[in-house]
């Protein structure tokens, strides 16, 4: 099990790209405490499952200074009979006024593949802003065919689909990494 | 040659098309008009092979090649087009390298230089008024419903198609919008003598492209074939009379 940890003081901004694709990581826990009045946090993280792989990836952030904001952010396409096990907490302590906290995930699920993922909201504040938002689904058939009526086979649609889903998100990671990371998506497709 | 003969379509258990037949020659128009739910949509659909929509009976073929049991991206190589009724969107996908993997999907043998791929395409986005940037947005996501049926004419000129199949691209447009696209459809059609049908609610686009024929889709069938004037028709006595 890895377990990412980190402590973000006043005002600070912390930044967490994480991938995995087709990862030797089982389990991965991330623990953020927003400790510091005005610190922030963004989380993406991107998940790529193919064959049999599997993944728990949790995320806990707890926000314990004043006007605090985090973001996590969850991609994830997983095919064959791959999964993804996915526990988002956000947690905001008594004394975060004016905190803000958000969870999105959106995950694919191809073939045979499974996918949970569920956010948590724990509230001991009145002042603040917080919210979830979660999707798991199959590929779009729509944006599958559209693709096919002007030339291109199931398979390239579903790629460029897939590169496209990872896209914005790419520009979070560091700019000498961004062409490897899309290449080493492309390539497990 | 786009052949349809005693074309038959059911959706899940229900028959939608009860025995279709037009023929179109390349560098004609033809339309084809009819109330909702008279199965205008399942026409372009089927033609093009969306897997929901299930063929029971009939032909269709072009160029005298039957194109029946071929995949959608297999039509499209023989050279078959639709544009949609509401043109999906597709987010992180540009729709320059869209169309440049669709073109090379389409013409694995021509090799075009990416500048002048490029080129081809902003002269496209030109002809329908749209700024050089829509290249690099993501497809369709964004766009306004005009700008959305636009694009699918910038695709129609850049993947040069021997046929296309136009599903309501009149609506949701602007009266100087409409005329832009029927000024481009009559220009691809000069151009590459592409044969057009064009599904449409409205005569008012009809009366720029003038088609060669007009059919009347009613439960299913053409109820009518005839010329400009069964428009007029439509317009004055409505379907009922057909």
Request: contains cysteine; glycine residues 8%.
């Amino acid at each position: 099990m890895k377990i990412i940890e980190r402590i973000i003081k006043d005002n600070q901004k912390c930044t967490l790209p994480f991938i995995w694709i087709n990862g030797e990581e089982k389990e991965v826990n991330v623990k953020i405490r927003l400790v510091g009045k005005g610190a922030s946090f963004h989380m993406v993280g991107l998940f790529l499952g193919t064959g049999s792989s599997k993944i728990v990836f949790n995320t806990d952030v707890t926000h314990e200074g004043e006007n605090t904001k985090s973001m996590t952010t969850i991609r994830g396409v997983f095919k064959n009979n791959s999964s993804i096990d996915n526990d988002g907490m956000v947690r905001i302590q008594n004394g975060a006024r004016g905190s803000d906290g958000f969870f999105s995930s959106k995950i694919i699920l191809f073939d045979d593949a499974k996918g949970r993922s569920v956010p948590s909201l724990e509230i001991d504040e009145n002042d603040l802003k917080a919210g979830h938002a979660s999707t798991i689904g199959r590929p779009n058939e729509d944006q599958i065919f559209y693709m096919r009526s002007r030339g291109l086979t199931e398979k390239q649609a579903e790629e460029l689909i897939i590169s496209g889903f990872f896209m914005p998100f790419i520009s979070y990671f560091p700019k000498s990494e961004q062409n490897i990371l899309q290449k080493k998506i492309r390539k497990n497709l | 040659m786009l052949k349809i003969i005693n074309l038959h379509v059911q959706i899940g258990n229900k028959k939608i098309l009860n025995g279709i037949n037009i023929s179109i020659n390349s560098g004609e128009i033809h339309a084809v008009m009819g109330p909702n739910g008279a199965g205008k949509t399942t026409l372009a659909m089927s033609l093009m092979g969306h897997p929901g929509y299930k063929k029971i009976d009939g032909e269709i073929s072009i160029n005298n090649k039957d194109i029946i049991s071929l995949l959608p991206e297999e039509r499209a190589r023989i050279g078959l087009f639709v544009s949609f009724q509401q043109p999906i969107e597709i987010s992180g996908v540009s729709f320059l390298s869209f169309l440049r993997t669709a073109h090379k999907a389409l013409y694995p043998d021509i090799k075009i230089p990416l500048s002048q791929f490029k080129q081809s395409v902003i002269n496209a986005l030109k002809v329908v008024h749209l700024d050089e940037n829509f290249m690099q947005r993501s497809i369709n996501e964004g766009f306004s419903g005009g700008e959305k049926k636009r694009a699918e004419i910038v695709q129609l000129i850049i993947l040069q198609p021997k046929f296309a199949i136009l599903d309501e691209i009149d609506s949701g447009l602007d009266i100087d919008s409409l005329k832009i696209v029927a000024e481009a459809v009559i220009e691809v059609v000069k151009q590459q003598k592409v044969g057009i049908l064009i599904i449409t609610h409205y005569q008012r686009i009809l009366h720029y492209l003038k088609p060669d024929k007009v059919h009347v889709l009613i439960d299913g069938q053409i109820k009518s074939t005839g010329t400009i004037s069964l428009v007029k028709k439509i317009e004055k006595d409505g379907y009922a009379k057909i």
